[in-house]
C-alpha cells in the first residue's frame, strides 16, 4: 500500500485537565516528519503498540496517559506524523470525545511530505479471547464496533463507520461513558477527575442520566478508541476493514500489534 504522508502546517497549542488524573496540562503538537511521537520530559516515545505500558481504562505510552482521543484524531485526519508535548503526562479530557483535537487540526491545516510504501495485508488479523472478538483483513475503510452489556441496559449497540470521510462527523463527537454503577469504584480510585457531566455519558439502568449526541454514543465512542488503539499500528484506517466485539483497550493494543508485525 502507498499512501501519502501529512502532517500539520503549523503548532496547535490546547490546554485542559488531565481525563482520569483532573491535572492541568498543556498540548502542544508541532509538525514532525518521524511519524508521531508524544514527548513529556524530555523524553520522545513513538506511537506505537510495543511502548504501551497500561491499558487500564485508557491507553498509557511509556509515561504518558490517554493518548487513545487524540490518536483517533490523528487517525481520522490520516496525519502520519506529528510531534505531542505535554507539561503534564496525560492527554487532557476536553469535552470526553476526539471532536476538540480534529476541530484544532482542521483550523491549522495540513502538509503533504512525502509518500510511504507500506506492504499489503495478505492474511487477516484475528483476536478472539474471552468473548471478544478483532477481526482486521485489506479493505477500504469500514469499521464496525459492538457493543454489549448483556442483559443489562442498552444491551446491545452497534455502529458502522462505512468511509473515513464520515469519521468527523459520525464518530469524533462521540464522548466517553460510564455505567451508572461504576461511579463510585471510579471515584474511589481517582479516575475521570477531568470529566464532568458535559464530558461522559452516564448509562442509567434503563436509560441515559444526561443528554447524549448520538443515541448510541456509547458504541461510537468505543469504535473511536478502537480506531485510536489500532492507529499505533500506523496503518490508514482507509486501507483496513476492521470489525470489534466487546474489545477494551488491552484487545485492542494486542491486535495493533498482530497487526504491526503481520506487516514487518
Same mark, same amino acid.
Given at each position: 500500500?502507498?499512501?501519502?504522508?501529512?502532517?500539520? =502546517?503549523?503548532?496547535?497549542?490546547?490546554?485542559? =485537565?488531565?481525563?482520569?488524573?483532573?491535572?492541568?496540562?498543556?498540548?502542544?503538537?508541532?509538525?514532525?516528519?518521524?511519524?508521531?511521537?508524544?514527548?513529556?520530559?524530555? *523524553?520522545?516515545?513513538?506511537?506505537?503498540? *510495543?511502548?504501551?505500558?497500561?491499558?487500564?481504562?485508557?491507553?498509557?505510552?511509556?509515561?504518558?496517559?490517554?493518548?487513545?482521543?487524540?490518536?483517533?484524531?490523528?487517525?481520522?485526519?490520516?496525519?502520519?506524523?506529528?510531534?505531542?508535548?505535554?507539561?503534564?503526562?496525560?492527554?487532557?479530557?476536553?469535552?470526553?470525545?476526539?471532536?476538540?483535537?480534529?476541530?484544532?487540526?482542521?483550523?491549522?491545516?495540513?502538509?503533504?511530505?512525502?509518500?510511504?510504501?507500506?506492504?499489503?495485508?495478505? =492474511?487477516?488479523?484475528?483476536?478472539?479471547?474471552?468473548?471478544?472478538?478483532?477481526?482486521?483483513?485489506?479493505?477500504?475503510?469500514?469499521?464496525?464496533? *459492538?457493543?454489549?452489556?448483556?442483559?443489562?441496559?442498552?444491551?446491545?449497540?452497534?455502529?458502522?463507520?462505512?468511509?473515513?470521510?464520515?469519521?468527523?462527523?459520525?464518530?469524533?463527537?462521540?464522548?466517553?461513558?460510564?455505567?451508572?454503577?461504576?461511579?463510585?469504584?471510579?471515584?474511589?480510585?481517582?479516575?475521570?477527575?477531568?470529566?464532568?457531566?458535559?464530558?461522559?455519558?452516564?448509562?442509567?439502568?434503563?436509560?441515559?442520566?444526561?443528554?447524549?449526541?448520538?443515541?448510541?454514543?456509547?458504541?461510537?465512542?468505543?469504535?473511536?478508541?478502537?480506531?485510536?488503539?489500532?492507529?499505533?499500528?500506523?496503518?490508514?484506517?482507509?486501507?483496513?476493514?476492521?470489525?470489534?466485539?466487546?474489545?477494551?483497550? =488491552?484487545?485492542?493494543?494486542?491486535?495493533?500489534?498482530?497487526?504491526?508485525?503481520?506487516?514487518?
Amino acid at each position: 500500500m502507498q499512501f501519502q504522508r501529512k502532517t500539520l =502546517r503549523t503548532e496547535v497549542n490546547l490546554a485542559g =485537565r488531565g481525563l482520569h488524573s483532573g491535572v492541568p496540562t498543556q498540548l502542544r503538537i508541532r509538525p514532525g516528519s518521524d511519524g508521531i511521537g508524544f514527548w513529556y520530559g524530555g *523524553e520522545r516515545t513513538a506511537a506505537k503498540p *510495543e511502548n504501551v505500558t497500561d491499558t487500564t481504562r485508557s491507553t498509557k505510552l511509556g509515561q504518558i496517559g490517554t493518548i487513545e482521543h487524540l490518536m483517533s484524531a490523528f487517525a481520522g485526519m490520516e496525519v502520519t506524523d506529528a510531534e505531542v508535548e505535554l507539561t503534564y503526562p496525560e492527554l487532557p479530557g476536553m469535552d470526553g470525545s476526539a471532536l476538540p483535537f480534529v476541530e484544532a487540526l482542521l483550523e491549522v491545516g495540513f502538509e503533504d511530505i512525502g509518500e510511504k510504501e507500506m506492504p499489503d495485508l495478505f =492474511r487477516r488479523v484475528f483476536l478472539q479471547e474471552d468473548g471478544i472478538k478483532i477481526a482486521i483483513s485489506k479493505g477500504d475503510g469500514f469499521w464496525r464496533y *459492538e457493543y454489549n452489556t448483556g442483559d443489562r441496559w442498552p444491551n446491545v449497540q452497534s455502529f458502522e463507520l462505512q468511509s473515513p470521510i464520515d469519521y468527523l462527523a459520525q464518530v469524533a463527537p462521540a464522548r466517553t461513558f460510564a455505567l451508572m454503577e461504576e461511579i463510585p469504584y471510579l471515584i474511589q480510585n481517582g479516575l475521570g477527575q477531568g470529566l464532568d457531566e458535559d464530558s461522559a455519558v452516564i448509562l442509567g439502568e434503563v436509560g441515559y442520566k444526561n443528554d447524549v449526541r448520538f443515541e448510541d454514543e456509547p458504541a461510537r465512542h468505543k469504535l473511536l478508541d478502537f480506531i485510536g488503539d489500532m492507529y499505533l499500528s500506523g496503518v490508514p484506517i482507509r486501507f483496513l476493514d476492521a470489525v470489534s466485539e466487546k474489545s477494551g483497550h =488491552r484487545a485492542n493494543v494486542h491486535a495493533a500489534s498482530l497487526l504491526a508485525k503481520s506487516l514487518e
